[in-house]
């Protein structure tokens, strides 16, 4: 029997409002959350492998000292678009792509609550990416000024700046509808009973970050607004000559990024609870201190901001203030690792690539955490301060963390997605190919930066070559990886074998219950223009 819900008995695929749209136009009018979930993930990888490019570009350029191949403007000009696409256009949009399928059906709600402004958060992203792109092909080029955009440089270069602005721009509209989206998702429309600490943890991780892009965003938006009016409306927020102070941009700017840190992966969390509990057979470990560490960690990412920053003469004072708020951001983290591992302990573990990648995120992002502890020391950090061991550590925190957990969720959920199971032996050689790579390309690093080697510099002095060089195999061994991960996906799309409703035979959560219908077009279930 069909369920109809009241005042929209007419809502069937062949209603009184004609055909819905088919081919390209229903890509582009779809209010369905299954269609954008799809949409966004693709997206997502389609720039996951230009910003791949981009890093292959800058690692080709350092396997040996000297300049061959990129002039040093447009060697900057690929650290600075390779972080705002991995970042905005990569890792933001896989987890908005996670939580339009998967929210939804966590907590048993039909769709998103604003369905057509859910098409409009990720039809604003291909233009938005297409200015960062192209930006590379204006005269002077792209923005060279690094993915932090720190003024005065972002003030003084050419029209790629701008290009780069309008793009933070855009990318922050779409995802604060998306936040809006999301929030106004799983306050409304659970489903009778489930209250918010019966949420699986996916949900739960998802409505803080929601939060923190909603609080943050604008302040991004702000920053880049007053470059913006520095460049050409005669204000001097940043200009010294003009009675600005260049260190205002690092705080604003700061502001927004450490929480922008934690946007980027506390959604991750909540995929590896959820798959570490289903792989374990068991509930997760310390439900509720999962959801208190969470929102911890959030809202003390608003306040350890200027560990960025200690080189730029604050006093001493404010140096422990933010050395010793940074610290203690470990305590809860070290909850969640507590709690994961209890998961696991005396469970009926099995290793699937699911469980591989959450494990993998486990102990990299534990690593990235404790390089993260050696940085926030502030007389440490004076020595570090913009070389490889911060590009180090964020890419354990960023790649083993973000990126892991998004292949975690991935292939937990593809099954449920396409209803076909993906070639279990190819996923799993996908992730020791990326675990070993990874590591190959960014744990060197670390030595590279302790023997003092500066990041953004495309040319360095001789002793560095061998690890440089290291280091540009493996990040060649991890792109080529990738693409068993895009042959997997597509031969399971195209028809691998047929998936079981609850494929992990464990502790699924409750989306695995949820019929999950090949995604329909909702567009007639929107009011339409008479
Ligand atoms: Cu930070």
Redesign the pocket.
């Given at each position: 029997m069909e369920a109809t819900v009241p005042g929209h008995a007419d809502t069937h695929a062949h209603g009184h409002h004609g055909h819905p749209p088919s081919g390209l136009m229903r890509w582009v009018t779809t209010t369905n959350h299954k269609d954008i979930g799809t949409m966004y993930l693709w997206f997502s990888f389609a720039m996951f492998l230009v910003g791949g490019m981009m890093a292959l570009t800058i690692r080709s350029e350092l396997f040996q000292p000297g300049l061959q191949i990129l002039e040093p403007e447009r060697f900057n000009q690929m650290t600075t678009l390779h972080g705002l696409i991995m970042v905005f256009g990569a890792i933001m949009p896989a987890f908005v792509g996670f939580a339009n399928w998967m929210i939804p059906m966590q907590i048993g709600a039909a769709d998103m609550a604003f369905g057509r402004m859910n098409n409009w958060s990720f039809w604003l992203l291909p233009p938005a990416a297409t200015l960062l792109v192209t930006s590379l092909f204006v005269p002077g080029g792209a923005a060279a000024a690094g993915w932090t955009l720190y003024a005065p440089l972002s003030v003084q270069q050419g029209m790629g700046m701008d290009m780069t602005i309008f793009a933070v721009h855009i990318l922050g509209m779409s995802s604060i509808m998306g936040s809006i989206n999301i929030i106004t998702t799983i306050l409304n429309l659970r489903a009778p009973g489930m209250n918010l600490m019966k949420m699986p943890l996916f949900v739960w991780t998802w409505l803080i970050t929601a939060f923190l892009i909603i609080a943050v965003m604008p302040v991004l938006a702000g920053a880049v607004t007053m470059i913006l009016t520095d460049r050409h409306f005669g204000t001097s927020f940043f200009n010294a000559a003009g009675g600005g102070d260049p260190v205002l941009f690092q705080h604003v700017f700061?502001f927004f990024?450490?929480p922008e840190?934690y946007i980027v992966v506390i959604p991750g969390f909540g995929v590896v609870s959820q798959v570490v509990s289903a792989f374990s057979r068991k509930p997760l470990f310390g439900y509720a201190s999962m959801v208190y560490a969470t929102a911890s960690i959030a809202v003390l990412?608003f306040f350890?901001?200027a560990?960025?920053m200690y080189t730029v003469g604050m006093p001493v004072g404010g140096q422990l203030y933010f050395m010793y708020a940074?610290m203690l951001i470990a305590i809860p983290t070290g909850v969640k690792v507590f709690n994961w591992i209890a998961t696991m302990w005396r469970g009926s573990l099995s290793f699937e690539t699911p469980m591989l990648f959450s494990l993998g995120f486990i102990f990299l992002f534990t690593m990235g955490g404790f390089s993260g502890l050696v940085l926030a020391m502030a007389p440490v950090d004076v020595q570090m301060q913009d070389t490889y061991y911060v590009v180090a550590h964020f890419h354990y925190t960023m790649v083993a963390g973000a990126l892991f957990s998004a292949f975690s969720a991935t292939y937990y959920w593809l099954p449920k997605w396409t209803g076909h199971m993906y070639n279990e032996k190819l996923g799993k050689v996908h992730f020791w190919l990326s675990l070993i790579f990874f590591n190959m390309t960014f744990f060197v690093q670390h030595f590279l930066g302790l023997a003092g080697m500066p990041r953004r510099i495309p040319d360095y002095a001789l002793q560095f070559t061998e690890f440089n060089q290291i280091s540009t195999i493996g990040a060649f061994g991890f792109g080529l990886s990738q693409l068993l991960f895009l042959y997997n996906i597509i031969t399971c799309i195209k028809g691998g074998p047929k998936a079981p409703a609850k494929p992990w035979d464990g502790a699924e959560g409750l989306e695995w219950d949820l019929p999950s219908p090949a995604p329909y077009h909702s567009w007639e279930t929107q009011p339409t223009v008479k």
């Open positions: 700061w990024g450490h840190v990412s350890v901001w560990h960025h940074t």
